[in-house]
């Protein structure tokens, strides 16, 4: 999980912290060397977290911290302020041209999932109610046009290729027209990449740039590789120029130094960044949320943000009402199952959820194939057994679960869950119980 490692540190020391009641300079002091610890070992830029340790430390020593009742507190609060600071403070949004198309411009080294965050990026655009057009100027790596129109094709949206034997300039001069005359209103130009930075490749990206006038230059960088990744971002920055980045593989990154030192070093926002395999697993980047993640105060916004696309509000209704009147039955608990898969994957929902334990989630086995298991199940029992759960004996049982190739075992376990909840939903119902405060949560 992102930042898993540092999250860790750091709740560790705001939990000491905490613990302490009042706090002296002493405490602030050795609180701020495990910090800058646990930054420098998340692969943070050096000059960074001296900066940041300072700044902390020249805040959390004043006077309305040490005499506040909740010292600890306090200091988390700064913490976090600066956190948010350091990463950009708000959100950085693309600028979108008044006279389309927006062209927006990817660049960065080979191996760093250009293609792949074009796509995504195309397909993020799309759901906002934009127009995309790939353009594919990659004409050196071998199948890069190939692999563009692959993922062009997954997301439905339309290609601009002209082969691998014509000038990149030429191409992205051609798309520009081309999205013009079939009303794109976003170009996105998949640009060549190199194993390191050369003269080369700056020269045919400077060619680009001068030839069609990019809105954005957005470098994607892989975070994996740490800081190597923000001294590239650096270079680009020197040489070209560029207005954000795209900060790809962020959910296989434990430390999370590249998300943390690119703002610092570069001076340019991360605007987008890549939380999974899927095409759909690109994310705006909110720098407030993320410290919040870090901190263990866990990312509200963002899980309401899913919870809106996947759940259909239509739908929402109607269940609800089911659940006041007792009608939920095993058809609406797959329906809500599937619409929990489509907000992603499992340990990333929780890791949202507020006062979650990074070091518990660690522990537990979060197993997005175990909703699949489910809707097998759930799948192999007649229209009669989904209303009725009830009429299900031993046969029925085992029937169900040489269809769904599981065992009765996972079928009694799957009916026990589904009891309980419908018990839960009666509590919710039940407005003596919920005044009093006397709910049973089966499940916590």
Do not use: W
């Amino acid at each position: 999980m992102v930042f898993e490692s540092l999250s860790s540190k750091l709740q560790n020391t705001f939990k000491k912290l905490k613990g302490k009641g009042k706090l002296n300079e002493k405490d602030i002091k050795e609180a701020m060397r495990e910090v800058k610890l646990a930054l420098l070992e998340a692969d943070v830029n050096f000059k960074v977290v001296k900066d940041f340790v300072k700044t902390v430390s020249e805040k959390a020593v004043g006077e309305e911290v040490l005499k506040s009742l909740t010292p600890g507190q306090h200091v988390i609060k700064i913490v976090n302020e600066e956190l948010t600071s350091l990463m950009g403070s708000t959100q950085s949004k693309i600028v979108f041209a008044s006279k389309p198309p927006t062209i927006l411009m990817l660049v960065g080294l080979q191996g760093a999932g250009k293609t792949t965050a074009s796509g995504k990026l195309a397909g993020l655009l799309s759901k906002q109610g934009k127009k995309p057009l790939l353009a594919a100027c990659d004409i050196y790596r071998p199948a890069a046009i190939k692999q563009l129109q692959v993922v062009g094709g997954q997301l439905d949206i339309p290609v601009f290729t002209m082969g691998d034997k014509q000038n990149p300039v030429d191409i992205a001069k051609a798309a520009v027209e081309h999205a013009r005359s079939n009303n794109n209103d976003v170009l996105i130009i998949d640009t060549a990449g190199r194993l390191h930075i050369n003269e080369e490749l700056m020269d045919e990206l400077h060619n680009i740039k001068s030839s069609v006038r990019p809105s954005e230059i957005l470098m994607v960088v892989d975070a994996m590789t740490g800081q190597d990744a923000v001294n590239v971002a650096q270079s680009f920055n020197e040489k070209l120029g560029i207005d954000g980045v795209i900060m790809t593989k962020l959910d296989g990154d434990t430390r999370g130094g590249a998300a943390l030192s690119v703002r610092a070093v570069t001076g340019k926002p991360i605007k987008f960044a890549g939380v999974g395999e899927k095409l759909t697993d690109l994310e705006p980047f909110f720098p407030d949320r993320m410290a919040s993640r870090i901190l263990g105060m866990g990312d509200v916004l963002s899980l309401i943000d899913k919870a809106q696309e996947a759940f259909d509000e239509e739908r929402a209704m109607e269940l609800e009402k089911k659940l006041r009147t007792q009608q939920f039955a095993l058809d609406d608990f797959l329906e809500q199952l599937q619409q929990m898969k489509n907000m992603g994957p499992l340990d990333q929902i929780l890791g949202m959820m507020p006062g979650m334990n990074q070091k518990a989630l660690k522990n537990v086995d979060i197993d997005d194939k175990h909703l699949d298991h489910v809707e097998a199940i759930i799948k192999s029992m007649t229209p009669k057994e989904r209303t009725d759960p009830a009429i299900i004996n031993s046969s029925r049982k085992r029937r169900i679960a040489m269809g769904s190739g599981m065992r009765v075992q996972d079928v009694n376990n799957l009916l026990k869950q589904f009891t309980q909840m419908q018990k839960m939903m009666k509590q919710f119902n039940n407005p003596k119980k919920l005044k009093k405060g006397k709910m049973n949560f089966p499940f916590m």
